[in-house]
């Protein structure tokens, strides 16, 4: 039974969809190199939601031979289409999932698609308790399956590797270990800072944010209305055109919700949930990616408990290390990981713990990060003021604080914060930004936050970097109302005075010594290209203020 559907979100879809096809096809839409075998299958969930899904095992194997198993349980894998790309040749979406190499090593690999999206029946939750529901059911289903020696991994990137983090948060039996990069932690703190809307890319059409956070819920529903293919069973076929509009109504009025302590998004907040989790978790998060920010993932990081946890931290992207980041040994980290957790290989897992990519471009290892040397260094920042106007940039929408030529290099590394005390009305924003500035006088922007106006003070937190500051180059902070490209914000037209304001950097007191191979990442080439601005020599001489860093004594 086809269920109601209002002409507009049919004109959006297909919007969607033709917006895909003006966009070139990309390497990640080649079909696998590795020959494979191709089933679908339906299980079932407790609440009686039918959730469809594509095996692929090795080519000529038995169907009874005992293979590990690597699963991603996932909104994206429509068999006509991967988010806004179509699928021209049709069969299972395997695109950036690194099938291939898992094939190739004798696994398994399961692609399930979450309740409301692909061949699954349901309404979609966004990483509710019924999408919480399908990843143990997924797993344990895949577990219990004569091919499968009983053991699951869980592998995939942004929503897909939250669909992993949740599989950690309900542990069903058989979960051996998970691979999640680029994953939403806390959905709220992913689409909202403090109540602020991110803004997101319009891809295909552009990366740069031109979008509110408030949009996501409609585009994902435009993902879960992405009919099946021709070819599909009737099942798929069936389950594809079933999104009853109650669906829509209460997906839209839970995702539009900019109240972070609300029972809809306190629920979702996986940082809790995996606070000492044992289940092996390699972790991979990009301190320079436009999506998911770095933000609450190191809060999840820090809070794991005792067990084999490996994680990459450095400068790329929404996307893993398997390309771009001029490291040539991710694969085989990532499949030794599977191999001794999943597979029970007799190998050993090869690089250190902590796997940080620089903003220079070296690479070292580290046990802990932010590394247990970070101190905290209280900077006291210029009072001033600004107009919170939004969209036209001007000096009355800022001001800054900027140090005297470092007479030492320094390294940030960790996540700054900063403490305001303002005047304001409650409906306007105040954004952070802290800058390296080279001796001609261009400035990159190492990170940033925002926070609401309302009350005395304003506490912001900045998203972690890790940024080696060279000798001669200054440390700018940059006060603003918002960020016109980073944050959707509806200007107050109002004055803000900032009365007293201090940031606290998180500085290494250790010197580093890059100990592994890698060069510099396509993240760090994209971001100084767009992340960097002219200052005046005027207005670096006036704002001027004295920063007491340490004193680095060494390595470590």
């Not at 075998?37 to 031979?65: K, N, S, Y």
């Not at 979008?211 to 994902?220: N, V």
């Not at 980041?325 to 999943?342: N, Q, R």
Request: proline letters at 8%; hydrophobic letters at 40%.
């Amino acid at each position: 039974m086809v269920s109601e559907r209002t002409g507009l979100v049919r004109a959006l879809c297909g919007l969607l969809l033709l917006l895909a096809v003006t966009t070139p096809v990309t390497a990640g839409a080649e079909p696998l190199s590795e020959p494979f075998q191709w089933r679908q299958a339906f299980l079932d969930a407790p609440d009686g939601t039918r959730l469809h899904a594509d095996i692929l095992r090795p080519a000529g194997i038995a169907d009874d031979v005992r293979t590990p198993v690597v699963l991603t349980v996932s909104p994206y894998r429509a068999h006509l289409a991967y988010l806004s790309e179509p699928r021209l040749r049709g069969g299972p979406s395997t695109d950036n999932l690194q099938a291939d190499m898992f094939l190739r090593a004798g696994y398994t690999y399961v692609v399930v698609d979450l309740r409301g999206f692909g061949g699954s029946t349901g309404c979609p939750d966004f990483g509710g308790p019924g999408e919480r529901s399908d990843v143990a059911t997924a797993v344990e289903w895949a577990a219990n399956q004569p091919w499968s020696t009983g053991k699951v991994g869980m592998f995939g990137v942004s929503y897909e590797a939250w669909t992993g983090l949740m599989g950690l948060a309900t542990k069903p039996k058989g979960l051996a270990a998970v691979a999640s990069f680029e994953p939403v932690v806390d959905p709220y703190s992913y689409l909202y800072m403090q109540g602020i809307s991110w803004k997101f890319s319009g891809k295909p059409i552009t990366e740069n944010g031109v979008r509110p956070a408030d949009l996501a819920g409609l585009e994902h529903l435009l993902i879960a209305s992405t009919p099946a293919r021709p070819e599909d069973s009737p099942e798929y076929q069936a389950a594809a055109a079933q999104l009853p509009m109650q669906c829509y109504q209460q997906y839209l009025a839970d995702m539009t919700n900019h109240d972070g302590n609300s029972p809809f998004w306190r629920d979702r907040d996986l940082v809790g949930p995996l606070r000492g989790n044992t289940i092996p978790l390699f972790l991979g998060q990009g301190f320079v990616d436009y999506n998911t920010r770095a933000y609450r993932v190191f809060d999840l990081w820090n809070g794991l408990g005792p067990g084999e946890h490996k994680a990459w931290f450095g400068q790329w992207g929404h996307r893993t290390c398997h390309d771009k980041c001029g490291t040539p040994h991710f694969d085989t980290e990532l499949l030794a990981f599977f191999d001794k957790h999943v597979a029970g290989r007799d190998v050993q897992v090869p690089g250190p713990r902590i796997t940080v990519g620089q903003f220079d471009g070296n690479w070292r290892a580290e046990t802990a990060w932010p590394p247990a040397d970070a101190a905290r260094v209280p900077v006291e920042l210029r009072p001033g003021g600004y107009t919170d106007r939004g969209l036209l940039p001007g000096p009355d929408r800022e001001f800054w604080s900027v140090s005297e030529p470092l007479a030492q290099a320094q390294h940030l590394s960790g996540m700054p914060s900063a403490s305001l005390r303002v005047n304001g009305p409650a409906n306007a924003t105040v954004a952070v930004e802290l800058y390296d500035i080279a001796p001609d006088n261009q400035a990159t922007v190492i990170t940033r936050g925002i926070a609401p106006v309302g009350g005395d003070t304003a506490e912001v937190r900045l998203l972690a970097q890790d940024w080696p500051i060279a000798a001669g180059h200054r440390i700018g902070v940059r006060v603003t109302d918002v960020v016109d490209d980073v944050w959707s914000h509806t200007p107050a037209f109002a004055q803000v005075t900032v009365t007293e304001a201090r940031i606290e950097l998180p500085l290494l007191t250790g010197t580093r010594t890059p100990d592994l191979v890698g060069g510099v990442t396509e993240g760090i080439v994209k971001w100084r290209n767009e992340k960097t601005i002219p200052l005046s020599p005027a207005m670096l001489n006036n704002a001027t203020v004295s920063m007491n860093l340490p004193n680095r004594t060494g390595a470590r």
